[in-house]
């Protein structure tokens, strides 16, 4: 079952001219819903900070860990994906609705290129439902209350912040956002985290001067925080094993763990 709660102006608000993080996000981890301009701001960036590659890609092996580890383990049948970006393979919904598939997943995203695909967001199982909501991560009130049309605040919710925050510039917003957002859903609910660092012991240093480059080529401008900074998001919450961590290791097999200035954690409200 699916659900929209989204307007007919997504394309409308399309911008081709200039490169946009969800289209190079797209280009790093192999995609081709980008153009020439986010494939040229990609390359250069890629080149300024070669692992940015491999940050969009362990970003997204730990979503796929998470989600799992949450409707696997923890039971949890309710998703708020804040910050969808581009459908790629392996979802927040399919992952979720392949262990359990009457569970209900809400994307939401402003951006218009993921407007246009929300579609395929929008393809989930039968027995759940799976609904986009066109909404902007600095109003956390309007999230609420529209994926409540979808999602029981009374019953636990995983919160889905990956790489989200770094676009609200300013630090005390952004931990009101994650506060007012976590007021709405009930103890036993999760906030899932992911946020670039310039921390040196996760070799963050080169996002500096890349991040410097990108806010004055591409859009929506972007920044980088300290792991004390990223940490006080989960102020009140339960960190869970093995903690706030490089994303390329949270809970990932000792084989396959990577070291990238990404931070990663999943919290539950208590």
């Not at 796929?64 to 581009?86: C, H, K, N, P, Y």
């Amino acid at each position: 079952m699916s659900e929209s709660h989204t307007p007919p102006s997504g394309s409308a608000r399309l911008n081709t001219g200039v490169a946009h993080n969800a289209r190079v996000w797209n280009y790093w981890i192999g995609g081709k819903d980008n153009y020439e301009v986010d494939q040229r701001v990609g390359e250069h960036v890629a080149g300024m900070f070669p692992i940015i590659r491999d940050i969009a890609r362990a970003d997204r092996d730990f979503l796929g860990r998470a989600v799992s580890f949450l409707a696997g383990e923890r039971g949890v049948r309710q998703f708020l994906d804040i910050g969808t970006g581009l459908p790629t393979a392996d979802n927040t919904h399919e992952i979720a609705q392949r262990i359990a598939p009457d569970s209900r997943i809400v994307y939401v995203d402003n951006d218009p290129i993921v407007l246009v695909h929300a579609r395929t967001l929008l393809t989930g199982t039968r027995d759940g439902v799976t609904a986009y909501i066109d909404a902007d991560v600095h109003d956390p009130e309007a999230i609420v209350e529209r994926a409540g049309h979808t999602l029981d605040f009374n019953r636990p919710v995983a919160v889905m912040m990956l790489g989200i925050l770094n676009f609200v510039l300013d630090a005390e917003q952004a931990r009101d956002i994650v506060r007012r957002v976590m007021a709405a859903v009930p103890s036993g609910s999760f906030l899932v985290l992911t946020h670039p660092t310039f921390d040196d012991e996760l070799g963050g240093a080169g996002q500096i001067p890349a991040m410097k480059f990108w806010n004055e080529n591409a859009t929506p401008p972007i920044t980088a925080r300290s792991g004390a900074d990223i940490a006080a998001f989960l102020d009140g919450l339960e960190l869970l094993d093995p903690g706030m961590v490089s994303c390329g290791q949270w809970r990932a097999d000792a084989g396959s763990a990577v070291l990238v200035p990404q931070y990663g954690a999943v919290a539950v409200k208590p």
